[in-house]
């Protein structure tokens, strides 16, 4: 057998590799020695999107041969690209042993049939499909004499896409045939270990074996026989650059910078061609796709600047590329007239440079005020104004920019890279396509992402999973835009909170040797929060309850005078006698008071139909999230209350302010009033704040005075998920 040091030999290629990397792998080599695992207690692999999984793994294979394990399954998506963009990288990783003929890498449709005894000296990797025909071929070989006494790893990569025993939506049939298929393989080689991995594991922790849980709150992920966590460096850029604390805060932060938001019905004018809506002869000045438009621009003058700084440091300017991509429908036809209506937008603003017009310098000058000031919150200097503006014409006439749709697993796969990358054949490449572009896809260098996929339930894993703007993209932060709508940026954050909350408890568990607890609640149909079981929970649905997570309505409008006046002076006397309006401190009141007061506020806030950008408020999940908090404090007596705190006089306008990259008013509440009490009171009882707006109409309300409520959580309370849908 071969005496190659396949990880030393790995780890010297790669000295870019951070120690993290390293020891991660190391350590899981050394629990897949020593764990015994299976189909049923794998062991996982737990990355985020985007984070390196892959670079992982492909050490633990490395480092596995050397540790007696004699050949490798990768089991990936059932997609020809992925499957093409894995096998090019495992033979660019290990081509120096394939090409010493220590190892072979196949894939399996297209690997032989039976082995010598030759062949077997040598590792092999297997890369199948999660299909099928795939997977019966791999059972077929294995069951053979010569492969079934092999030490086999199996990876399983993406290992919640297909590989589950059931899922919530069409096809479930065939995912159960996938998932025992994989059992059926498992079984056909005497010696295995089983890999799973994944950066959304919501499907692989979230169905524990026993279904009953009704007398307890907590679910402990210990289906996998062990978790390792795949380390994240300080270049990366995930869920919480985008939809952390910084990209909500009203202060300005690269991270804020980051979002645009885009107005729903755009979305509906770039599905078909339809010149009532849109002539594309006027796409340069037409209001119909004005965030298109400029999220096109910003691409173009975002990576022109990148490319600026870059030739300025000294690279070279051929290796300067950068990519955008546009991923808001599905169809094929849509597809194509996005295309047709990119290649106008490029083809008009060249001609308008060529003769420097006005409407090219307007265009160009509101993304160089938009990416100016990212740019300098960052702690660097914009090259100016005239000389960007000279870059972006030398650019639009020298062909620097390639528009490509891609919408077929075949089309992707003869457009990757020697590293599996999608290729990027110019200094500025925007990519068109739809579901085909999700999960495993690779775009080197995306600035920009434009992203309108809006199904009626937005399943948390296959959201997270279109994030190709994840990645490490540090060094171009500072030009990156995200284009989407507010009720979709609303979404992301929420399933941010709910990844941050999942993931904080499986690392206490594997880090800090906590138990890994995370409360699984639902509503019942009495209105009462009981603990629910975990694999009833829509993910789709769930608001995860953290200390001090803020809840309130946003998009709202007050009703009119008429209707409200009289039960706004009611709330007024009634709160008048609970607490001074901007009290030094705030008091407890029993929570009843409390939901009372929140049922009279319901009634005179209400959502226009039409403006569907306002993210839906739940006040049934909202009153039941806030009775599930008054319930935690760890003294029983003091169960049952909440904190209430008022102010009147506040004058918040209902838009958000130019600039500020949201459609409405997010913040009534001030870090530095409401903050600091929640910080200095709300310990052990959750707050509740009542802020009285004046609702003028030159604040875009309807001029009348009105309640605005957030409801926020104390620093004890336990991490939750809450959802007030299940799945039966």
Same mark, same amino acid.
């Given at each position: 057998?071969?005496?190659?040091?396949?990880?030393?030999?790995?780890?010297?290629?790669?000295?870019?590799?951070?120690?993290?990397?390293?020891?991660?792998?190391?350590?899981?080599?050394?629990?897949?020695?020593?764990?015994?695992?299976?189909?049923?207690?794998?062991?996982?692999?737990?990355?985020?999107?985007?984070?390196? +999984?892959?670079?992982?793994?492909?050490?633990?294979?490395?480092?596995?041969?050397?540790?007696?394990?004699?050949?490798?399954?990768?089991?990936?998506?059932?997609?020809?690209?992925?499957?093409?963009?894995?096998?090019?990288?495992?033979?660019?990783?290990?081509?120096?042993?394939?090409?010493?003929?220590?190892?072979?890498?196949?894939?399996?449709?297209?690997?032989?049939?039976?082995?010598?005894?030759?062949?077997?000296?040598?590792?092999?990797?297997?890369?199948?499909?999660?299909?099928?025909?795939?997977?019966?071929?791999?059972?077929?070989?294995?069951?053979?004499?010569?492969?079934?006494?092999?030490? &086999?790893?199996?990876?399983?990569?993406?290992?919640?896409?297909?590989?589950?025993?059931?899922?919530?939506?069409?096809?479930?049939?065939?995912?159960?045939?996938?998932?025992?298929?994989?059992?059926?393989?498992?079984?056909?080689?005497?010696?295995?270990?089983?890999?799973?991995?994944?950066?959304?594991?919501?499907?692989?922790?979230?169905?524990?074996?026993?279904?009953?849980?009704?007398?307890?709150?907590?679910?402990?992920?210990?289906?996998?026989?062990?978790?390792?966590?795949?380390?994240?460096?300080?270049?990366?850029?995930?869920?919480?650059?985008?939809?952390?604390?910084?990209?909500?805060?009203?202060?300005?932060?690269?991270?804020?910078?980051?979002?645009?938001?885009?107005?729903?019905?755009?979305?509906?004018?770039?599905?078909?061609?339809?010149?009532?809506?849109?002539?594309?002869?006027?796409?340069?000045?037409?209001?119909?796709?004005?965030?298109?438009?400029?999220?096109?621009?910003?691409?173009?003058?975002?990576?022109?600047?990148?490319?600026?700084?870059?030739?300025?440091?000294?690279?070279?300017?051929?290796?300067?590329?950068?990519?955008?991509?546009?991923?808001?429908?599905?169809?094929?036809?849509?597809?194509?007239?996005?295309?047709?209506?990119?290649?106008?937008?490029?083809?008009?603003?060249?001609?308008?440079?060529?003769?420097?017009?006005?409407?090219?310098?307007?265009?160009?000058?509101?993304?160089?005020?938009?990416?100016?000031?990212?740019?300098?919150?960052?702690?660097?200097?914009?090259?100016?104004?005239?000389?960007?503006?000279?870059?972006?014409?030398?650019?639009?006439?020298?062909?620097?920019?390639?528009?490509?749709?891609?919408?077929?697993?075949?089309?992707?796969?003869?457009?990757?890279?020697?590293?599996?990358?999608?290729?990027?054949?110019?200094?500025?490449?925007?990519?068109?396509?739809?579901?085909?572009?999700?999960?495993?896809?690779?775009?080197? +260098?995306?600035?920009?992402?434009?992203?309108?996929?809006?199904?009626?339930?937005?399943?948390?894993?296959? &959201?997270?999973?279109?994030?190709?703007?994840?990645?490490?993209?540090?060094?171009?932060?500072?030009?990156?835009?995200?284009?989407?709508?507010?009720?979709?940026?609303?979404?992301?954050?929420?399933?941010?909170?709910?990844?941050?909350?999942?993931?904080?408890?499986?690392?206490?568990?594997?880090?800090?040797?906590?138990?890994?607890? &995370?409360?699984?609640?639902?509503?019942?149909?009495?209105?009462?929060?009981?603990?629910?079981?975990?694999?009833?929970?829509?993910?789709?649905?769930?608001?995860?309850?953290?200390?001090?997570?803020?809840?309130?309505?946003?998009?709202?409008?007050?009703?009119? +005078?008429?209707?409200?006046?009289?039960?706004?002076?009611?709330?007024?006397?009634?709160?008048?006698?609970?607490?001074?309006?901007?009290?030094?401190?705030?008091?407890?009141?029993?929570?009843?008071?409390?939901?009372?007061?929140?049922?009279?506020?319901?009634?005179?806030?209400? #959502?226009?139909?039409?403006?569907?950008?306002?993210?839906?408020?739940? #006040?049934?999940?909202?009153?039941?999230?806030?009775?599930?908090?008054?319930?935690?404090?760890?003294?029983?007596?003091?169960?049952?209350?909440?904190?209430? #705190?008022?102010?009147?006089?506040?004058?918040?306008?209902?838009?958000?302010?130019?600039?500020?990259?949201?459609?409405?008013?997010?913040?009534?509440?001030?870090?530095?009033?409401?903050?600091?009490?929640?910080?200095?009171?709300?310990?052990?009882?959750?707050?509740?704040?009542?802020?009285?707006?004046?609702?003028?109409?030159?604040?875009?309300?309807?001029?009348?005075?009105?309640? #605005?409520?957030?409801?926020?959580?104390?620093?004890?309370?336990?991490?939750?998920?809450?959802?007030?849908?299940?799945?039966?």
């Amino acid at each position: 057998m071969s005496t190659v040091s396949f990880y030393q030999t790995y780890k010297e290629e790669h000295p870019e590799f951070g120690n993290e990397t390293l020891d991660c792998a190391s350590q899981a080599i050394a629990k897949l020695i020593d764990t015994a695992t299976s189909s049923e207690r794998p062991g996982m692999l737990l990355g985020k999107v985007q984070s390196g +999984k892959t670079r992982t793994f492909i050490s633990i294979l490395a480092g596995s041969f050397d540790r007696g394990f004699d050949a490798a399954i990768v089991l990936s998506k059932n997609s020809t690209a992925l499957i093409q963009q894995t096998v090019k990288r495992l033979q660019s990783e290990f081509s120096t042993f394939t090409d010493d003929g220590a190892m072979e890498i196949y894939d399996i449709m297209s690997a032989p049939t039976s082995y010598t005894q030759f062949e077997l000296e040598a590792k092999h990797i297997f890369v199948a499909k999660k299909q099928k025909d795939n997977l019966r071929r791999l059972i077929d070989l294995f069951s053979k004499d010569e492969m079934r006494s092999l030490r &086999v790893l199996i990876i399983d990569d993406e290992a919640d896409n297909a590989s589950v025993g059931y899922a919530m939506r069409q096809g479930d049939v065939e995912a159960t045939t996938i998932a025992s298929l994989i059992s059926q393989l498992r079984d056909s080689i005497e010696q295995v270990s089983f890999l799973q991995v994944t950066a959304t594991p919501y499907s692989l922790y979230l169905q524990p074996s026993d279904i009953d849980v009704a007398n307890h709150a907590s679910f402990k992920p210990t289906r996998p026989a062990f978790t390792e966590l795949v380390p994240v460096p300080l270049a990366y850029v995930g869920g919480d650059t985008y939809f952390g604390e910084a990209a909500q805060s009203e202060d300005p932060t690269v991270e804020r910078c980051i979002h645009h938001v885009v107005d729903h019905r755009e979305f509906e004018i770039l599905k078909t061609p339809d010149r009532r809506r849109l002539r594309v002869e006027d796409c340069l000045t037409s209001p119909a796709i004005r965030s298109y438009r400029h999220a096109i621009v910003n691409f173009i003058v975002g990576g022109t600047i990148q490319r600026m700084l870059g030739i300025e440091a000294g690279e070279n300017p051929r290796t300067l590329r950068y990519s955008f991509l546009v991923h808001s429908e599905a169809s094929r036809g849509a597809h194509s007239f996005q295309e047709e209506l990119t290649t106008e937008i490029c083809g008009q603003l060249r001609t308008e440079a060529a003769s420097e017009s006005e409407l090219f310098n307007e265009l160009i000058e509101a993304s160089y005020e938009d990416l100016d000031e990212s740019i300098r919150l960052s702690g660097q200097s914009t090259p100016s104004l005239d000389s960007v503006k000279s870059s972006v014409r030398d650019a639009l006439d020298g062909g620097h920019v390639t528009i490509v749709k891609v919408n077929s697993d075949e089309q992707v796969a003869t457009m990757l890279d020697s590293t599996g990358q999608l290729k990027l054949r110019s200094p500025l490449n925007i990519f068109i396509g739809g579901q085909v572009l999700d999960r495993g896809v690779t775009l080197a +260098k995306l600035i920009g992402f434009y992203y309108g996929r809006r199904p009626q339930r937005s399943q948390q894993d296959t &959201v997270l999973q279109h994030s190709r703007m994840y990645g490490y993209r540090r060094d171009d932060l500072a030009v990156t835009r995200f284009y989407t709508s507010a009720l979709i940026r609303n979404r992301m954050f929420e399933m941010e909170a709910f990844d941050t909350a999942l993931r904080d408890a499986i690392e206490s568990a594997e880090e800090h040797h906590g138990d890994g607890s &995370v409360q699984f609640i639902r509503r019942s149909s009495d209105g009462t929060v009981v603990p629910c079981s975990p694999n009833k929970i829509l993910v789709s649905t769930v608001r995860a309850l953290r200390p001090f997570r803020r809840i309130l309505p946003i998009g709202f409008q007050s009703r009119y +005078k008429s209707y409200i006046e009289r039960t706004i002076e009611s709330l007024d006397a009634q709160l008048e006698a609970l607490t001074p309006f901007s009290a030094a401190a705030p008091v407890e009141i029993p929570l009843e008071t409390a939901i009372e007061l929140l049922n009279t506020i319901e009634q005179t806030l209400e #959502w226009i139909d039409e403006e569907e950008d306002a993210p839906p408020f739940d #006040w049934v999940s909202a009153k039941s999230a806030l009775t599930h908090l008054s319930g935690q404090h760890p003294n029983p007596s003091a169960r049952g209350n909440v904190l209430l #705190w008022t102010a009147r006089n506040r004058n918040i306008n209902r838009l958000a302010a130019t600039g500020s990259h949201s459609v409405y008013a997010e913040t009534p509440d001030s870090p530095k009033t409401e903050g600091a009490l929640t910080r200095a009171y709300a310990i052990d009882t959750p707050i509740l704040f009542l802020l009285r707006q004046n609702g003028d109409e030159d604040k875009n309300w309807r001029g009348t005075p009105f309640y #605005w409520p957030v409801i926020q959580a104390q620093a004890n309370t336990p991490t939750s998920i809450y959802t007030a849908e299940t799945s039966d």
